[in-house]
């Protein structure tokens, strides 16, 4: 136990969580447009079970050292391309990413009042839960391998991640209740989904885009918006009304039919 008085240790945990939590926002994001879909009373639970599926997987990873390398290994090529496991996740997660939030965004902004009954879909709870969860193996390849090139000690690698997901516990309930109050935060964090759904099939492609560009670009975007909210009138009602499930007309405010 002496590296538990080791300087260094206790700066590679701290360096390492706050690592952890920031390689964490693109998983609050997605978790957040998926939450926003069920009913309220349903939501927290949501983030909760998402969340901690999310730690469970990057401590699964982290144990399955062995088999994580074995994924680098190539399957097969493509037009002179190695695809190799790793790769064919990453590339998986990006396409589905870029698919799920190209809907969302037609969704909200066409509206589904004209829609088909038939076509009308209501994310179910366990739908939310298995999609979260599925997002969670993609979103965790980054954080482990961060966690493992930056120590070797396994306990410091445990409680990094661990402390990393009850910090985005605490605060994922505030960011999804800020996102779904603020119709532009919704659209801008869609478009950090399909911005993060590119960054993820080109690291399939082994194209590799510097995380802290994205983050970058992320983090501008969101303060130009956050100054669009402050100089706007309080009550300025917003300028962009966002689709959630179309509600049925009740027979007694539908317009009376027009006459010859």
Not at 128 to 143: E, G, H, M, P, T
Request: aromatic share 8%.
């Amino acid at each position: 136990m002496e590296w538990l008085t080791d300087p260094e240790i206790w700066l590679a945990l701290v360096t390492l969580t706050a690592l952890e939590i920031v390689l964490g926002i693109d998983n609050i994001i997605f978790l957040s447009i998926t939450v926003s879909k069920l009913p309220p009373h349903q939501q927290p639970s949501a983030r909760f079970f998402g969340l901690a599926g999310a730690m469970l997987t990057r401590l699964a990873l982290l144990f399955s050292l062995v088999w994580m390398a074995k994924l680098t290994t190539p399957l097969f090529a493509v037009l002179g391309e190695e695809i190799s496991g790793r790769d064919l996740i990453l590339l998986l997660g990006g396409l589905f990413l870029l698919f799920k939030s190209t809907m969302e965004i037609h969704e909200k902004l066409e509206g589904a009042e004209h829609a088909p009954e038939a076509t009308r879909k209501v994310t179910s709870y366990a739908s939310a839960i298995v999609q979260i969860a599925l997002l969670d193996i993609v979103f965790s390849l980054d954080s482990v391998i961060t966690a493992v090139g930056m120590t070797d000690k396994l306990p410091v690698m445990v409680t990094a991640i661990v402390i990393a997901i009850i910090v985005m516990m605490l605060f994922a309930g505030t960011i999804s209740r800020f996102v779904d109050d603020h119709p532009t935060i919704k659209i801008l964090a869609l478009a950090f989904l399909i911005l993060i759904g590119v960054a993820l099939i080109g690291e399939g492609l082994d194209m590799h885009i510097p995380k802290g560009y994205i983050y970058f670009a992320m983090a501008f975007s969101v303060a130009v918006e956050a100054i669009n909210l402050r100089m706007r009138a309080p009550q300025a009602p917003p300028s962009v009304q966002l689709h959630d499930r179309a509600p049925e007309t009740p027979p007694e405010q539908r317009d009376p039919p027009q006459g010859n």
